[in-house]
Each structure stands twice: as structure tokens, then as C-alpha cells.
């Protein structure tokens, strides 16, 4: 396959993935997912040159039909419904962040809490009413499950827990934990679906430079994604924080034992509840749907209702 062919391609593609979650974008948008890891060294590496290319297939893509353009936006043909949706979910999504203040407030306080991160859908202003709010959690190390209860009492007493058993719209998502000294993605889930998702996130809430160590041990992001993850490394959280290392290394001997405890105790509870999520001391990913195989089935559909070349649907992977 040619570099042009597979610039094609990358420029279809990113735009059908976006459209899985009626999310239109912009060639801005556009350029920076493209994955630069597919494309090698067979196009020009600045990167001004790169987006004019983009631009060219773009124009080409539209006057194929295959793609459209409506506004500053980007979609696949017959999508152009999408971009009234972009517009409204956006005002939809500051309501849900304006409703986290409480959290971001307790969570700035907390010296156990080193990052609150928004992810999925409203980390990109386009979740809709029914929407949760995905967060990710950062703690210090050996407090990840003794802040985890705290939380979500905290969200239980706004009325925004997720119970395990029902789908409660508008809720809080606490769906991915992580000990800071283990912040690194395992190999086995580095999917430039993973990456995605970790490039689409919002930083509410940094202490000290947990952010900037969060990206250095996940640099495999910037092979695919080199422009994107630049950005989203350089963008600063809405709340920067000095950091209580010494409290918490003062407070160690107390904190550890307690911390042993209070795990043992949420795994035992999680037994029988416990489907596809991956739980560890230091680590834990609630998300038991198969969310990867669902967007691949429905993009790939999506791909030959439009007559896209078999090529691009077999070779779309995530």
C-alpha cells in the first residue's frame, strides 16, 4: 500500500471512529489521530506538510462522496445530523463538569489523591443526558483502596453512585483506578483504542507532576499518536496541586496496614460480583462490557454500508 493510500485510509478511519459516537471533527482533529505508526516514513515528516496532505485527501474523500463536509466539521456521508448533536452535547457536558465541583473541591483537599481525570464521552463534550461521567483516580501509594470507599460515599451523598447492578444514568463513573507507582499500560492492552481514550481525557485535578510522569512511562502512545500526545502532555490540568509526599510518607506506618485491610475486604465483596474487570493491589479497571469489540463491529458496518474498500475495513483495527 502506497504512503497516499494509506494516509487515505487513516483519514477515513478516524473520522468513522468518531462517528460511532455521532462526534464529528475537524481536519485539525483529524490530523492529529492520524497513526503516524502505520504511516512510517513514507511521507514527509514535518508536520505542516502532513496536514496539507490531509487536507488534499479530505477534498478528494468529499468529492467521492465518501465523506462531508458541514462547517468546520468532517463526517461520513449521511452524517450530518451529528453536528447539531456535537453543538448541543457540548452545553449538556459543562452541566455534568459543573456538577463535579464538589468532588474536584474534596478530591483537592485529599493529599491521597494525586489525579482526577475525566475520560470517555464527556472528556470531550459529547456526552449526552443519559450519560455517566467516566473518571479515572490516581492515588498515592498504598491508598488506592482506602480512597475508593471514600469516593464513592462522596457520590453516594450526591446522589451520583453507580450500584453494580443497574445503569443509573448521570451518575459518576469511578471506572479506572491507578496506584502512582504503577501508571504504566500493560503491553497486552496497548490498542490504539487504549490510546485514544487515554489522548481524549481531561485533567481535572493534578498533584505535583503526576501528569507529566503518566505520560512518560506511557510514551508507546506517542509512536502512534506523536503530534496528539504532545499536545495532550503540554495542556495543563484545570486544577495543578503541590504535592503532600511527606504527610504520606509520615503517615505510612499507620496508612499501610489499614490499606492491606481495606483490600482484602473489597476483593472479598467484589467476588460475587466480579465479571471481566482487572483488580490488583495497585491497579483496577472497572469496565466489564467489551467496549473495543462493540466500536470495532459497528464501525466496520458502518465502513460497507458506504461502499469502503475491503481494504480499509479489514486493515481498521484497533
Known sequence: MTAMHELTRQVVLAIAYSGQFDFPITSSEIWLRIDCSRLGRQLPGKS?????????????????????????????????????????????????????????????????????????????????????????VITKSHTLWLVRPFLLFIALLFGKRRSWNHEEPNSWCFNLWLDESDLEINHTMRTRYLAYESLQTRWLVARGDIKQRFFTANTWICHIFPRWFALAAAQQADRQLWSWDWLIFAARPVVMPLHILAYVAQRWYMKTHQTREKVSYTAAFFHPRDTRGMIMDGWRRQLRSLGVGQDVVDRGGL
Do not use: M
Open 48 to 136: 505542516r506538510v502532513l496536514f496539507l496532505e490531509v487536507l488534499r485527501v479530505l477534498k478528494q474523500l468529499a468529492a467521492d462522496g465518501v465523506v462531508k463536509r458541514v462547517g468546520k466539521y468532517w463526517v461520513l456521508a449521511g452524517g450530518a445530523r451529528q453536528v447539531s448533536l456535537r453543538v448541543r452535547r457540548a452545553l449538556i457536558t459543562q452541566s455534568k463538569l459543573a456538577e463535579l465541583r464538589p468532588l474536584l473541591t474534596i478530591c483537592s483537599i485529599l493529599p491521597c489523591v494525586d489525579g482526577l481525570v475525566v475520560t470517555g464521552s464527556a472528556a470531550v463534550n459529547n456526552a449526552s443526558d443519559e450519560h455517566d461521567v467516566d473518571l479515572l
